[in-house]
């Protein structure tokens, strides 16, 4: 069985472990976790970067103990240059290029809800300056590390889209070719941006030096970002969402994310009272869930100043109610969707005071846009080619419009005392993912490090893959696959422990204080205690 770490001090988990142990680190040394998080967010981009970077989006949900949690959005939106007339003077109608400047056109808000992240550490009693939580990600990006075989693999599949876009065989590839598992990557303009951030502050990113180096490489890049678009940023405090269930009450963030799809899918399907895990009804009743929740979802979310209705009201007992009478359990409802892509990585953190970190950082696609400032070492996202050009379309893309996101980090507080923060990689499946680890260990009982590591499915695509079927890991039990296609599911088995379902963690702290925390073993992580 797959472990699940244990410890009564603090608990960190992340997909990679320099990442995780650079939280864990910090909780030693006394601080919260939020300081915690930000110092694994940081160290994160600078050892796992085809995942994330300084030139991305997070979300933070962040909970004193026994207290309903408070989220962070910090995603930037659209360039004020950023519109269709801009796209179609250089002769793109159809969709925003995936890769190079033109994909760039978001304003990356990460580095901004680290800002807010230590404000809020501070107002817990946090002590550590700025300049020690960005001391690791500094080292690493320096002194080197070994490059992941996720990493190498990545590298090597999106070769071609990636080596002749502006900053990236420099910061990537080794000679002009695909650096090898092992082989040590040195960043050292990322390590440069990172010690100026510490000493100088964050806003530099935004206003400052930084700032203005990220504009002028990104305009000669070819992208509609300015230093005004920087300028202007502030990530934001926001209210998350939540509903309760029979166990607990489980939180996520409201939209542009699609953080009301994950809890949707749990919230109808504990409505279907099914009794045993691992069973055909746990399955199907999931997957049936997600499809309810992701019509909801693909219908109404899109950036909150532009939607018709109010998030919560789409959650609503009611609602709930609706769309569990629509779920047929007994056969698999039709399934035309066109699903999202999206590489992030999740990371979570409860210290030894109950407060807890739940916090998801992407640049979108595996390497994002691809474009490396060669001035600061910052990859850039390219979260922005999910606008339409299509000037009805529900993300139409307009100036200062946030773009949809895929990325939701989810909390719980159960009904017998525990907190949890879960989440996990992986675009499409992020929701179901969620919802696979969140029924095994609470509804079902069962082991952590076993939820986290046992069989998954995936309805859609992700990590490039373009067709829309049921992937289920062939590993999963082999009656449960016969009947889900017995009932109409357009099953496609793929390899056990596959990358495309997501890398997945949690950490659950008991009300007599003991932690459980355990990674997914199809990433490079781990989940850290002391």
Request: a negative charge; proline letters at 6%.
């Amino acid at each position: 069985m797959p472990a699940t770490r244990m410890s009564y001090r603090g608990m960190a988990v992340a997909p990679h472990h320099l990442a995780a142990n650079a939280a864990r680190d910090v909780l030693a040394e006394g601080g919260n976790a939020a300081e915690a998080m930000i110092a694994a967010a940081a160290a994160i981009a600078a050892v796992y970067p085809h995942m994330n970077h300084l030139g991305g989006d997070g979300f933070w949900l962040l909970s004193m103990s026994g207290e309903a949690p408070v989220g962070i959005e910090a995603c930037g939106p659209a360039a004020a240059a950023a519109t269709p007339d801009f796209y179609r003077e250089r002769g793109i109608t159809q969709a925003i290029p995936a890769r190079g400047g033109l994909a760039a056109l978001t304003v990356p808000g990460a580095v901004s809800g680290w800002d807010q992240a230590h404000r809020v550490a501070q107002a817990w009693g946090g002590k550590l300056p700025l300049s020690r939580l960005l001391e690791p990600a500094a080292f690493f990006a320096r002194d080197g590390v070994a490059v992941s075989e996720s990493q190498e693999r990545l590298t090597q599949e999106k070769f071609d889209e990636l080596k002749d876009v502006p900053g990236f065989a420099d910061a990537f590839l080794a000679e002009g070719n695909v650096p090898v598992k092992g082989a040590r990557l040195r960043q050292a303009a990322l390590a440069d941006t990172l010690e100026r951030l510490g000493r100088v502050g964050i806003r530099d990113f935004y206003d400052g030096e930084i700032g203005a180096a990220l504009a002028e490489d990104l305009k000669k890049a070819g992208s509609p970002l300015a230093a005004s678009d920087f300028a202007g940023f502030n990530a934001r405090i926001v209210a998350p969402l939540s509903t309760k269930l029979s166990c607990g009450t489980i939180y996520n963030m409201p939209p542009p994310t699609q953080g009301i799809a994950s809890i949707a899918i749990l919230g109808v399907f504990d409505r279907l009272g099914v009794k045993q895990g691992e069973s055909f009804d746990h399955i199907h009743g999931l997957i049936e869930s997600t499809k309810q929740a992701f019509r909801m979802r693909d219908a109404n979310v899109c950036d909150p100043a532009y939607m018709a209705c109010e998030p919560a009201s789409l959650i609503t007992d009611a609602e709930l109610d609706r769309m569990a009478a629509d779920v047929d359990r007994a056969k698999a409802a039709p399934w035309p969707h066109v699903a999202k892509q999206g590489d992030t990585i999740w990371m979570g953190v409860i210290d030894a005071e109950g407060r807890s970190a739940s916090y998801i950082q992407s640049i979108y696609w595996e390497f994002g846009a691809g474009v490396v400032s060669p001035s600061t070492g910052v990859l850039f996202q390219n979260r922005g080619i999910s606008f339409s050009l299509d000037e009805k379309h529900i993300n139409a893309l307009k100036p200062g419009k946030k773009p949809f996101h895929t990325l939701n980090p989810a909390m719980a507080r159960l009904g017998d005392g525990r907190t949890m923060v879960y989440g996990t990689m992986g675009g499409e499946g992020q929701p179901q993912t969620q919802a696979a680890v969140f029924s095994r260990h609470v509804l079902f009982g069962g082991d952590l490090g076993e939820a986290v590591a046992a069989p998954r499915w995936l309805l859609g695509r992700t990590w490039g893959a373009q067709s829309i079927t049921l992937k289920i890991e062939s590993d999963l039990d082999a009656n449960v696959i016969t009947q889900l296609k017995a009932a109409g599911h357009d099953v496609e088995l793929v390899a056990p422990k596959n990358d495309m379902m997501g890398h997945a963690g949690a950490i659950t702290l008991s009300p007599d204080g003991r932690f459980e925390g355990a990674s997914d073993p199809r990433s490079d992580g781990d989940a850290v205690g002391f």
